[in-house]
């Protein structure tokens, strides 16, 4: 995918792109903190960590690779449903796509065990429209059960193990 241009200066304050505006960025970003919210904050997300996708196809194709490589075979009879369902909601051939790729740090997904992840926006701007499209996959072998269960286990206070009659 291309990147959005930075300024030759690196001053985030410089121009994206001849196809990026400010206003643009702005949306992405807020699109990004509603969608995540509380667990992070984009309000410092560069610009340097959006692309702007080179076409629709680029993007249906990137995204179709990844779903089947997840679940194989069963996600040939959901594409043309995904794809129709998305296309209903934001008109896709009016759309800029835009992708987020962070760096390590900021990146929601970029926990152990994440082998991919996407983060696509369909922009409509005549609809004032944004779909955002997101996706992950986690190896089997990232948390075994045990580790779920302490997980889960420590959102329980002691008033609701007791609430529960359980000790232990």
């Not at 509603?34 to 692309?51: C, G, M, N, T, V």
């Not at 690779?65 to 997840?70: G, I």
């Not at 948390?143 to 000790?167: C, I, K, P, Q, W």
Request: proline share 4%.
């Amino acid at each position: 995918p291309s990147r959005l241009s930075k300024s030759q200066s690196g001053d985030e304050e410089g121009p994206l792109s001849d196809k990026c505006s400010r206003k643009t960025l702005f949306y992405l970003i807020a699109t990004l903190n509603e969608s995540f919210r509380p667990d992070y904050d984009f309000s410092a997300a560069k610009s340097h960590e959006f692309s702007r996708e080179p076409s629709l196809n680029w993007v249906v194709n990137a995204v179709n690779c990844s779903l089947f490589s997840a679940v194989r075979e069963d996600f040939n009879a959901l594409k043309p449903h995904l794809w129709d369902a998305v296309d209903e909601e934001i008109c896709l051939s009016e759309c800029d796509i835009y992708s987020y790729n962070p760096d390590l740090d900021s990146d929601p997904f970029g926990e152990d065990g994440s082998l991919w992840s996407f983060n696509y926006f369909f922009y409509n701007k005549r609809l004032k429209r944004i779909v955002f499209f997101t996706c992950r996959s986690i190896s089997g072998y990232a948390y075994t059960r045990s580790e779920a269960g302490n997980e889960l286990d420590m959102d329980l206070s002691e008033e609701d193990v007791e609430e529960n009659g359980d000790t232990g």
